[in-house]
């Protein structure tokens, strides 16, 4: 029961978190923790992420065995479903629409990932994933197939889809997402003209700076 009731409480501050930096807004996003191999707890259908009670995180089995509960899981689970079934080391899935982000989303804008340290770690790999509707199947084996390409999964016409080792790092890689997509959208805008790393160079900050363990993929 203890890893419940931390994840239960991580899931509540991670959702404050994301209405605060602006990575989240009304009703939309969902959020999710790996509470063992079988199980993790995702927040209930229609749900406010800013005002979470612990009532509102429902447990859905990995491998989708149905669950009888008071509250319906929300109904993107096929995309945090694939994520676990396919990332066993994933313990934390995001999934929200913040502005910039889903901007780019919409777009054909690629997210550079050799600005700055944040973005050569946490932006490494960012794959897109074509527009199929919210909480379907279809859209749960789409994320599936690019499960193991990226940490990040653009969902074109929709918002993001954010996964790591902790909720930590999964809040960390969402805020540096929009921090990305924002400084993309402002330079385009204003015609400056960003200057990235050569391609030597982010992969030698990621293979020997100490930064963070090193990424297997």
């Not at 991580?10 to 978190?17: R, V, W």
């Not at 229609?46 to 008071?70: K, R, W």
Request: aromatic content about 8%; some cysteine.
């Amino acid at each position: 029961m203890e890893n419940y009731e931390t994840n239960r409480q991580d899931l509540i501050k991670t959702g404050k978190f994301m209405m605060e930096y602006g990575l989240a807004w009304g009703n939309a996003g969902n959020i999710s923790a790996r509470v063992n191999e079988d199980t993790y707890l995702i927040t209930a259908s229609g749900t406010f992420l800013g005002e979470l009670e612990t009532e509102d995180l429902v447990e859905c089995a990995v491998l989708g065995q149905s669950m009888v509960q008071e509250k319906k899981p929300s109904k993107e689970t096929p995309m945090h479903q694939a994520i676990y079934q396919n990332r066993p080391e994933i313990n934390a899935v995001l999934h929200a629409s913040p502005f910039y982000s889903t901007l780019v989303a919409c777009s054909n804008i690629d997210i550079p990932s050799n600005w700055f340290v944040e973005t050569m770690y946490y932006l490494e790999r960012v794959e897109r994933v074509a527009y199929y509707h919210p909480g379907s199947q279809a859209l749960g084996e789409a994320v599936a197939q690019k499960a193991r390409k990226a940490n990040v999964l653009l969902l074109e016409n929709h918002g993001v889809l954010v996964y790591d080792t902790s909720l930590k790092e999964a809040r960390m890689a969402l805020q540096t997402l929009e921090m990305a997509c924002k400084m993309l959208v402002t330079a385009q805008g204003a015609k400056i003209v960003m200057k990235g790393l050569p391609k030597e160079i982010e992969k030698g900050f990621l293979e020997n700076a100490g930064y963070k363990p090193r990424r297997t993929w």
